[in-house]
Structure formats: structure tokens, C-alpha cells
């Protein structure tokens, strides 16, 4: 995990965001700069969004998430398959927004395919990072289910999860031994707790 790296709650407004991420790294792989991004969707509005507070925000986190990972990575988001690059994508946000990375090691790299996991599981969850962390445990109960809502929507986008009558069912990763070999040391940890070390997926 990145040093110094704050619990936020963030994931409200930019959740995984696949095609956004997409098009950052495609920019990135060309060789722009974040200002140069941020610059075309202020002036050019790549992302097509209506106001100009989103116009600037919206590049700022895209690049920041896209920054923790090395650029044969970000080559790979930007040129292949939806399926490996969501995990791309997410392997980023991971990285970027640790309370991501910590619900996947607490809560979801203990499941086994087909397991479920409840809204019960995300408020335990949170009810162990309130008992450590001051900032959390200042997050309302709306914030709380607005956060779990969000989680719920990211690991279904990223194609880790499918949504079931009480909460959701966890799903083998779509993975080949192209995209583990693009994963540096620092990555493994954040790649693990997707994989769930142990379960077949070719972990090295």
C-alpha cells in the first residue's frame, strides 16, 4: 500500500469508472502528461460530462489512480479485452483507494467461488476499521450503505462478483499468464487479494 495513504470515501463519485480509466490510459500510452489530460477535458471535454467541477475532477482521479501502476500495464488497459482490463482498471483503484484494498483482503479473499457476500459482511467490516481509524468511524450510516451500494457496483463491474437476492455471489477472475506476467512485485499484493492466493488462478 501506498505510504500515508488515507481512508476516503471518494468511490461515492468515481466508482470503478472502466471507460474513463480506459481513455486516461490511451492518452498516457500516447505519451500526454496529466496536465496535458486534464487540459483536452476542460478545453475538448474527452469524457463528455456536463459540468465544467466534473470536467476537472474527473482527469485528476483518473490519473492518480492510473499513476500507482507502470505503463506496460496501462498499455495493456488501453489496448486489450474489457474483461482483463477492468481488472486493470481495478487493480488501480486498489491501489489508489485503500479502503478498496482492504475490503477486498478482509471481506472478499476469504470467499470461495459461489460464496456470498451480505450487507452484513460490509458492516462488519466497517465496524473493524471504525474500531482503528478516527475517520471512519466519523462516516454516518448513510455514508456506510452508500459506500457498501458503491463496493457492490465495483466488484460486479470489474466481473468479481454477480449480483444475488441477498447480496452478492463471488466470481471466478477472468486471468491468463499474459496478464500475471505484467504484474510487478508491488502489484502481487494488491493482485493477490483479487485472485484469492490458493484458489487455482495461476498465482505465481
Known amino acids: 500500500m501506498q ?9 461515492r463519485d ?19 502528461t496529466a496536465d496535458e489530460i486534464l487540459k ?3 478545453e475538448k471535454n474527452i469524457y463528455q460530462l456536463d459540468y465544467e467541477k466534473r470536467r476537472r475532477s474527473m482527469p485528476l482521479k483518473m490519473t492518480k489512480r492510473l499513476e500507482t501502476i507502470k ?3 496501462i498499455k ?17 483503484m486498489m491501489k489508489a483507494e485503500r479502503l478498496v484494498f ?20 460490509f458492516m462488519q467490516f466497517a465496524d473493524r476499521l471504525s474500531a482503528n481509524s ?9 455514508t456506510l450503505k452508500e459506500l457498501n451500494t458503491r463496493i457492490k457496483r465495483i466488484l460486479c463491474d470489474a ?8 447480496g452478492l455471489i463471488v466470481q471466478k477472475p477472468i486471468v491468463d499468464e499474459d496478464f500475471c506476467n505484467l504484474l510487478d512485485d508491488d502489484d502481487w499484493l494488491y493482485a493477490r487479494a483479487v485472485l484469492r492466493e490458493g484458489a487455482g488462478y495461476g498465482i505465481k
Open 71 to 73: 505503463m506496460p500495464l
Open 102 to 121: 482492504e475490503y477486498m483482503l478482509d471481506v472478499y479473499k476469504g470467499k470461495a467461488d459461489n460464496d456470498e457476500i451480505t450487507d452484513l459482511d
Open 40 to 42: 483536452l477535458s476542460i
Open 76 to 92: 495493456a488497459l488501453a489496448e486489450n479485452t474489457a474483461d482483463e482490463g477492468k481488472l486493470i482498471a481495478f487493480l488501480a
Open 134 to 142: 478516527e475517520t471512519v468511524a466519523k462516516w454516518k450510516t448513510e
Open 3 to 11: 505510504k500515508g495513504l488515507q481512508y476516503t470515501s471518494t468511490i
Open 159 to 166: 466481473g468479481l462478483a454477480k449480483r444475488s437476492k441477498t
Open 14 to 32: 468515481f466508482p470503478l469508472m472502466y471507460l474513463e480509466m480506459k481513455r486516461t490510459a490511451i492518452l498516457l500510452a500516447e505519451g500526454k
